[in-house]
């Protein structure tokens, strides 16, 4: 990968406007709306080995295709959330008014990046979260032999 901190964000250049145009480095992962949003990496870029066009090739491998040099078919790909964690406690909240819950999490990317949010839940979900988490606390108890 290019060893970008967030490979998943669009590069900028020296200035910032309300459209900055996605300008794809060597590495990164774009969807091409030529191809029907189709995603690949960039395997080279306009300009290198006598290129005039972007090269991406499908990220497990597989034949290349090109896009346009100016980029104007290529979006930047955001990397996946891998998992959600909780945060410390004194995050929660229940409001009584729209019978939904919420508890702070972390977010967790493919990239090694983490966002924090939140998780809000409906009073049917909560019962079911809270029957889940139950049955898991058994099991975790069955496992250690710490059963109260």
């Known amino acids: 990968m290019t060893g970008r901190r967030t490979p998943h964000l669009p ?52 034949p290349t295709w090109s896009a346009p040099a100016d980029g ?11 998992h959600a ?14 019978f939904q819950g919420s508890v702070s999490v972390a977010f967790h990317f493919a990239d090694g990046s983490t966002s924090e949010g939140s998780l809000v839940l409906t009073s049917a979900e909560l019962k079911r979260l809270y029957d889940q988490t139950g049955r898991l606390l058994l099991s975790h108890e069955k496992a250690t032999g710490d059963l109260e």
């Open 85 to 98: 964690t909780l945060l410390p406690s004194g995050g929660e909240v229940y409001d009584p008014r729209s």
């Open 11 to 62: 590069s900028h250049g020296p200035e910032l406007r309300t459209a900055t145009p996605f300008t794809p480095r060597l590495g990164d992962l774009a969807a091409d709306t030529a191809h029907g949003g189709r995603v690949g990496v960039v395997v080279n870029l306009p300009g290198e080995d006598s290129a005039t066009t972007y090269h991406l090739r499908p990220p497990g491998g597989g």
């Open 72 to 82: 104007s078919t290529l979006f930047p790909v955001p990397a996946q959330i891998t």
